[in-house]
């Protein structure tokens, strides 16, 4: 079995719902390891290019709005980097099919998701679809050094910006 990483996200559903105890309690059966951890105010271009592939679908733009929290108040998610041996399938299996309604009932999904009466999954987690997924979305919201272990290669790049530091 190979040793991967994937991308999770408590949705601003989840985090409404104060359920991010519970989902991690779920998702740490699987004896995997958090590799990075932060929580991310979600901006209209993260939120597209986390779902470009769904760009097109009649139900995209509702999804931009609910990773962005606009039905929760909750202008935030939690991402997480999970890193161990066949962590996609594991973590998939853990949060369930993508329809509420079809996700079994001991998974996250399954306990805690929704359809809204306007048709939306509020399904609570994302979890990467596979290995080039999630190293796509893994390297679309965490920078190298706010993940712990070294999972992609690096390079140093010299770069005059500005930084907001604590005054
Ligand atoms: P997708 O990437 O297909 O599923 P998953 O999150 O399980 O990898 O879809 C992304 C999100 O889009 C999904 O979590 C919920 C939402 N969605 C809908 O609201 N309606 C739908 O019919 C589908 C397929 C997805």
């Known amino acids: 079995m190979a040793i991967e990483q994937t991308l999770v996200l408590v949705k601003p559903d989840g985090l409404k719902k104060s359920l991010t105890g519970n989902i991690l309690s779920r998702l740490s059966e699987a004896r995997l390891e958090i590799a990075g951890t932060k929580m991310v105010r979600v901006s209209r271009q993260l939120a597209e290019e986390h779902y470009e592939a769904l760009k097109g679908k009649p139900f995209f733009e509702e999804l931009i709005s609910y990773i962005m929290g606009d039905f929760h108040q909750r202008r935030k998610v939690m991402a ?45 987690v994302h979890s990467s679809a596979n290995a080039e997924e999630a190293e796509r979305e893994i390297k679309l919201w965490f920078a190298p050094d706010e993940v712990v272990y070294q999972i992609f290669p690096v390079k140093v790049v010299e770069m005059n910006i500005k930084k907001l530091v604590w005054s």
């Open 80 to 124: 997480l980097v999970y890193h161990g041996e066949d962590t996609i399938t594991k973590m998939r299996r853990i949060c369930g099919a993508t329809n509420p309604e079809e996700a079994e009932s001991q998974t996250i999904r399954g306990a805690y998701g929704r359809i809204t009466t306007s048709g939306i999954y509020e399904n609570v």
